[in-house]
Each structure stands twice: as structure tokens, then as C-alpha cells.
């Protein structure tokens, strides 16, 4: 279930940060009267209701098909004593069911707006077509050097790379510097984009999931990839 990948992570990782939290407060806030323990209580009161708020918003930003409704109504069914309307491995097998419904969901929708997209360019003078139109590129400055990116090189570059949807997925601006990229080794929708550029040259790339992460992964499913480049060297 690798395609899987980006759904589970956000599954998992907010389940940790929430035990993690509990966890901190309870080994760090030690209490010892009762005045203590009345304290520590409202404080759990608080951070309670507060990672309450959190999980919701977490699991309505992950899916839009989640109800919360009946997550509150299974919660309170937990405090009330009731058994579980299924048993544990049967819900698991739904979940699992679940995601995989949703991850070709989101696959077929962003492979829908990748291919819009790329569509408007045909009739757009500035953009510049490559790979078939998988990779599309607009010039941002000319690159006065004669200097060129050749193919498979590795130039100096300033980048960064964001999904269609805003997810930003690497950037050199972290670390406050160019950096080296073999273009025999990067996603080959970026090294087509970059190859026969000046240096100094600034383009915005366009690149079809086909040509970057496809179904694989931690990135949603078929997103498209946009990137900023500015060739610093050869």
C-alpha cells in the first residue's frame, strides 16, 4: 500500500503529536499536594479540549468525506460504555478501504487539473513547451551569460518547488544558499525544464505528474509540480 503513503502519514503523525503532548505534560508538570493537583487537573482540562480542536481540524483537513459528527457520536458511545458497533479488525479493513477510495479520488481529480492546466498554455505565447507538453516553462529573466545547463550536468541552483495546490515541497531558501543538482539524478520533468538554461536565467516550470512523482510518493497522488529556478552556475 505504498501509493498509500501520504494519507497514512497524517494519520499517523497526528496521532503521535497528540500522545506525544500528553505524554510531555504529564512526566514534566509532576504535582505533588492537593492545590498541585487541582491545578494539573484544569491544565489537562484545557490541553485536553484544546487537542480536541486540533484532531478535528486535522481530520477534516485531511479528507472531506470525514464526519465529525459521528466521531463525537463514537467518542461519546467510548465514554458511555457501549461496545463498538463493528469490532476493531473489521474497522481497520474499512479504514484501509477508505483510503484507498480516497487516494484514487484524489489521483483521478489532481490528474484532471494537471491536464487542464498544461491545456491553457497551448495558446499562451510565453509558455514554452517540452517532453510531449508534460513540461511546460516561462521565462522569468534572461540569463546574459553564454553559459549553458548541458544535459546530465550539475549546476548551481537557487530553487523551489511547490505543488498545484500550494504544498511546498523543497526550496533552497531553508538553507539560505544555491544548491548542486545532478540532473541525471532528479525527477526528469525538472531536468528537462532546466537543461539549456543561461546562467542568471530565471524560469517558473511547469511539470506534469507524469514527469515528476506520479502515484508515488508522500506527495498527494498525481500532483502537478511548479517550479521557480534561477541558474547561479554551471
Known amino acids: 500500500m505504498k501509493r498509500m503513503t501520504h494519507l497514512n502519514n497524517s494519520f499517523y503523525s497526528m496521532a503521535f503529536s497528540v500522545f506525544s503532548c500528553f505524554s510531555f505534560l504529564i512526566t514534566s508538570l509532576g504535582y505533588g499536594g492537593e492545590e498541585d493537583s487541582d491545578n494539573f487537573r ?39 460504555g457501549k461496545e463498538a458497533s463493528t469490532g476493531f479488525e473489521h474497522t481497520w479493513k474499512e ?14 481529480t ?3 487539473k494537471a491536464n487542464a492546466l498544461l491545456k491553457t498554455f497551448e495558446t499562451n505565447p510565453s509558455m514554452h513547451a517540452l517532453e ?26 537557487h530553487y523551489s518547488i511547490v505543488t498545484l495546490g500550494g504544498e511546498e515541497v523543497v526550496s533552497t531558501n531553508i538553507i539560505h544558499r544555491p544548491h548542486r543538482v545532478c540532473l541525471k539524478e ?16 530565471k524560469r517558473k516550470i511547469f511539470i506534469h505528474p507524469d514527469m515528476a512523482y506520479g ?3 508522500s506527495l498527494p497522488p498525481n500532483s502537478l509540480l511548479i517550479a521557480e529556478v534561477e541558474v547561479v552556475g554551471v
Open 42 to 80: 484544569q491544565k489537562m482540562v484545557e490541553f485536553s479540549r484544546n487537542e480536541g480542536y486540533k484532531i478535528a481540524a486535522s481530520l477534516k483537513n485531511n479528507s472531506e468525506w470525514i464526519d465529525l459528527s459521528s466521531v463525537i457520536a463514537g467518542i461519546q458511545d467510548y465514554m458511555g
Open 215 to 217: 502515484i508515488n510518493g
Open 95 to 108: 479504514y484501509r478501504s477508505i483510503l484507498e477510495y480516497l487516494f484514487e479520488k484524489a489521483a483521478e
Open 110 to 112: 489532481n490528474l484532471l
Open 186 to 201: 532528479t525527477l526528469p520533468g525538472f531536468a528537462a525544464g532546466i537543461e539549456g538554461m543561461h546562467v542568471g536565467e
Open 132 to 157: 510531449n507538453s508534460k513540461v511546460w516553462y516561462q521565462v522569468i529573466q534572461e540569463g546574459k551569460s553564454s553559459e549553458t545547463v548541458g544535459n546530465g550536468s550539475s549546476p548551481l541552483l
